[in-house]
């Protein structure tokens, strides 16, 4: 396994998976895929509508003979997907997990925004809702194959929905950007009804989690380490401390009231990584506990894949991560939230890493961190 250098080691964070799944006391279960032709499989474009610019099949592929290829100036296409079959379930409350996998091939001077959107519709066909999420092109290295997960909760009055894509392209480039897309599924998430009589039931989360809590003075105390944060431009590391936060009485399930105080200029950063911790072959779900004085930051929170090792130095990670990050954090301004993330480590180990951003042109934000969280799952998705 290639040692990975401290520039791509801190730079690492740009190419991440986006991934939120709330779990519960019950058995969870995932759907099949509902979508038709997710990746060109028979050497066509069936199932897919084309609603602007073109979608082609591409015989370079993530797996089979074959992808979709977009590669237009500006280009959409979009499936309607039936999922009343599961009508009782959404009622019940259920998630949607999206996924697919991507490369781009950048123009000349030129990088492009790619937008997975969803619209939800009732049983007489009115749009109810609607989710959005956009990956830009930097965020894909060029020419490699990467996958994109995302997580949305589903209306309970959803009968239908609508799986839009669309390129678009960004600045003045001579050539458009070129995408292609393979592999894509879009599943049910829900919980399989209690049965009855009420029998106990096996918890979900492990007892035995790890919590970094941060309730000691350092970073290196609380087995931390601190770096500026490897994001596309240049950012300084901002100013960190541990100490007693600013907890209103709702926020005690949050916090013990004492964690990370990271107060940020714009420009400034800090990425936090953990200990090695070995998971074996078990999933890893990781939380923890956010707030922010501002809208204009970015919060992340995934697992870096690792050998098992006491340092980080001796891990040997080898690039692969999982996370969740946040460009919009409007639900923790003023307000204790969680941040999570779902990964499957392949080498049975991870290092925890958190991600704090300022983007915003003038704007000091300050942001506390407390009570990271990571539990092991033993094969809910498997």
């Not at 609603?51 to 499936?79: A, P």
């Not at 009508?87 to 781009?104: A, D, K, P, V």
């Not at 090792?309 to 919009?328: C, F, V």
Request: proline letters at 3%; one cysteine or more; aromatic letters at 10%.
């Amino acid at each position: 396994m290639k040692e990975i250098t401290t520039k791509v080691f801190l730079s690492m964070f740009v190419t991440v998976v986006g991934l939120l799944i709330q779990l519960s006391a019950h058995s969870q279960i995932l759907s099949d895929n509902m979508l038709k032709n997710s990746g060109g499989e028979d050497g066509t474009t069936n199932h897919w509508d084309v609603l602007e610019g073109g979608m082609k099949i591409n015989t370079s592929s993530h797996s089979g003979k074959f992808s979709f290829k977009m590669d237009g100036w500006s280009d959409k296409i979009e499936q309607k997907v039936d999922v009343s079959t599961f009508s009782q379930h959404i009622i019940n409350g259920s998630e949607l997990l999206l996924s697919s996998w991507m490369q781009l091939y950048w123009g000349w001077e030129q990088i492009a925004t790619v937008t997975f959107q969803i619209r939800f519709f009732d049983n007489i066909g009115f749009e109810i809702s609607n989710w959005d999420s956009s990956v830009k092109s930097l965020d894909v290295s060029h020419g490699t194959w990467k996958e994109f997960i995302f997580r949305t909760e589903i209306p309970k009055n959803t009968r239908s929905i609508a799986v839009t894509i669309s390129k678009d392209n960004i600045g003045r480039g001579y050539l458009p950007t070129t995408l292609l897309l393979d592999d894509m599924f879009v599943k049910l998430f829900y919980n399989e009804p209690t049965p009855t009589p009420t029998v106990t039931q096996i918890p979900v989360l492990a007892e035995n989690n790890i919590i970094y809590n941060f309730s000691e003075p350092t970073a290196s105390s609380n087995d931390l380490l601190i770096f500026p944060p490897g994001a596309i431009g240049e950012f300084d590391l901002c100013d960190v401390s541990f100490r007693p936060l600013t907890v209103d009485d709702e926020d005690k399930d949050y916090t013990d009231g004492f964690g990370i105080i990271v107060v940020t200029h714009p420009g400034e950063g800090a990425t936090f990584y953990g200990k090695p911790i070995t998971v074996g072959d078990d999933y890893v779900f990781l939380r923890i506990s956010a707030w922010t004085s501002g809208v204009n930051i970015s919060l992340a929170v995934g697992a870096l894949d690792a050998e098992e090792a006491k340092t980080i130095a001796d891990a040997d990670l080898n690039g692969s991560i999982g996370s969740n990050i946040l460009l919009n954090c409007s639900r923790f301004v003023d307000n204790f939230g969680y941040l999570e993330a779902l990964y499957k480590s392949e080498r049975g180990t991870i290092v925890p890493i958190f991600q704090v951003a300022n983007f915003s042109n003038n704007e000091q934000i300050k942001v506390q961190l407390d009570n990271l969280k990571i539990y092991k799952i033993s094969k809910v998705l498997d």
